[in-house]
């Protein structure tokens, strides 16, 4: 397994923690069914790692993209690119010894890190999945219901604060005003975090590289700022409503027992019964 070491341009962390979990949910509904894929030459593979928490004891799984070196299966231990490692690779580090499930069947494996020697030429494989990436992936916003209807979007900003008791509090607040204001250190938020460096609204937005996801990206968030259609990531709204009320009814969905007007009734009662707490 590859630690990621670098932060390629991809679509925003919710985005692809959000992809995962519904495979993990059209795995679960299909009996296993439906989300493996196996690996190609041309095309990554989707298997089923199993774990072991390292502190509950408890099994643990996750979807993961993959591809195959001889006998061996690659992945590489990220979580969305951001830190810190993910559990399933921290949980692999004490008990290395698991089974993982793919199309054709269950394997049993021995995790190991790939060592420094091997990294070039594992990165090397990953690159050949992602050469088509440019030129071929996009980012839209979906239009609204009606012609005349205004931009939405889900958001999830990177939010900082500094405590009140804190002993430096001066030094980091200037150290946050830097960061949103001053030229260099937005265009590296935008070059290598991929995202808007938000700050004071009368700042531009540096530029990203012409006809790349992040350039798309940022446009698409400007039309949704027009319209003052940014909303906060639905996992944020309460504590436990993605466990509580967004999962379970998307997982009936997926299964057929659920409509998509039905799930978001669902959802807005489970968040006003937990407001009622």
């Known amino acids: 397994m590859m630690g990621s070491t670098r932060a390629p341009r991809l679509q925003p962390r919710w985005f692809i923690r959000s992809f995962w979990a519904l ?3 059209i795995y679960t509904v299909t009996g296993g069914h439906v989300g ?11 298997m089923r790692l199993r774990t072991v928490g390292r502190r509950t004891g408890a099994e643990r799984t996750a979807i993961l993209g993959y591809f195959e070196d001889g006998p061996d299966l690659v992945t590489m231990a990220m979580n ?7 559990a399933w690779w921290l949980n692999l580090q ?18 190991r890190a790939a060592d420094p020697d091997e990294r070039p030429r594992l990165w090397a494989r ?20 009606e012609a005349s209807g205004s931009l939405g979007a889900m958001s999830a900003p990177l939010t900082y604060g500094v405590a009140d008791k804190a002993k430096n509090a001066d ?5 946050f005003n830097w960061v949103a204001t001053n030229e260099t250190a937005r265009q590296i938020d ?37 319209d003052n259609g940014a909303m906060d990531f639905i996992a944020n709204a309460t504590g436990s409503i993605f466990a509580q009320g967004w999962t379970p009814e998307l997982q009936k969905l ?16 489970e968040y006003e019964k937990e407001l009622a707490r």
């Open 23 to 25: 495979q993990r949910a």
């Open 36 to 46: 493996l894929r196996s690996a190609t030459a041309d095309r990554w593979g989707m």
């Open 80 to 86: 969305g690119w951001a830190d810190p490692e993910p």
């Open 94 to 111: 004490a008990r290395p010894d698991t089974t993982v499930d793919l199309v054709d069947g269950s394997r049993a494996v021995h995790a």
């Open 126 to 145: 990953w690159a050949v999945y992602d050469k088509d990436l440019a030129g071929n992936v996009g980012f839209f916003v979906f239009p609204p219901a």
């Open 171 to 175: 030094c980091a607040a200037a150290f």
């Open 190 to 226: 935008v070059t290598i975090g991929g995202s808007n460096p938000g700050g004071p609204t009368d700042l531009s937005v540096p530029p990203a590289a012409t006809g790349s996801v992040t350039n798309e990206t940022l446009a698409a968030g400007a039309n949704v700022a027009k």
């Open 254 to 269: 997926v299964g057929g027992k659920q409509d998509a007007a039905g799930l978001l009734k669902a959802v807005q009662a």
